[in-house]
């Protein structure tokens, strides 16, 4: 019955945990969307309302001096931009925020990753990723796992790769900075059975 009862009350935290997070994400957005305007200002060179690759790989530059992007990441990036090697605003964010989990997070998530990647697939599954979660924040909880699937597991497999889990992971991370959560209440203690012994 009591084993019952925690269980219960750790899922609930955990759903209150992914409901605050989802929260902070959307305040967060709402703030983005203003720097979002004033980037458009400054490198929508020809007012189209679009950014080209260049003009996104000098934003990134500008926003993250000292690493400016390489090929291989633009490559990886410019797939946001769809077809047309163009960027509206939600792909601009899109791809600014992909580009700080790769300056903030690669080389951890390189190395959680050789870490964690028992089998070498380079996909975790999501043992695995709460492992990962854990070394990075030995708070988190299962709200920030599921919090992570729901913001990446598109095709619901329940396997990650980098590519899909560091774009969450910046996410998370950015989340995290400076923010409180209610404890969950602790879990009762067992009653000892050297009790009834003696």
Known sequence: MAAGAAQAARKAA?????????????????????????????????????LSAEEMKQLLTFLHPGHEPNEEQ???????????????????????????????????????????????????????????????????????????????DADGDGALGKVDLLPALGTWKKLMENATFAEPAPAPAPKSSSCVLL
């Open 74 to 152: 633009m490559a990886m990036l410019n797939k946001y931009l769809g077809d047309d090697k163009q960027g509206d605003r939600e792909e601009v964010r899109k791809v600014v925020s992909k580009f700080e989990a790769y300056v903030e997070l690669g080389p951890q998530i390189d190395e959680a990753f050789a870490k964690f990647d028992a089998d070498g697939s380079g996909q975790l599954e999501k043992e695995e990723v709460k492992k990962l979660v854990m070394h990075l924040d030995p708070k988190a909880t299962d709200g920030d796992v599921d919090y992570l699937y729901q913001l990446c």
């Open 14 to 50: 955990a759903e209150k945990r992914k409901f605050a997070l989802a929260e902070k994400k959307r305040e967060r957005e709402e703030a983005m969307q203003k720097q979002i305007d004033e980037w458009f200002t400054k490198y929508d060179q020809d007012g189209n309302g679009q």
